[in-house]
């Protein structure tokens, strides 16, 4: 569990605790890069029902530097986070402050 980077989780947080990067090429846009569950992107929803595009989740949602910083490099600008993990390291920024 090299890749948790050193922060305590629950077993409520362990599924989104980062992946390791190797896991990558079996990701899908539908996933999250960091803890690979559905990201619930407003876009993909749109494309694998047919529907318009809502508003997504994500406009209101703040993204955290430290947040940024986790997402593997080849995911950036391909694959949305979910919800989740935006709140897990808004909670974890919030804990270092």
């Known amino acids: 569990m090299q890749w948790l980077r050193g922060f305590k989780h629950s077993t409520d947080t362990e599924r989104h605790a980062p992946k390791p990067e190797t896991a990558m090429k079996t ?4 996933q999250c890069p960091l803890c690979h569950e559905p990201n619930a992107c407003a876009m993909e929803v749109a494309k694998a029902t047919g529907q318009p595009v809502q508003r997504c989740w ?40």
Do not use: H, W
């Open 27 to 30: 990701l899908t846009p539908s």
């Open 58 to 97: 994500c406009v209101d949602a703040v993204f955290t530097p430290d947040l940024m910083e986790r997402i593997p490099d080849n995911a950036k600008g391909v694959f949305c986070v979910c919800l989740q993990c935006v709140q897990l390291y808004a909670a974890v920024d919030q804990k270092k402050e």
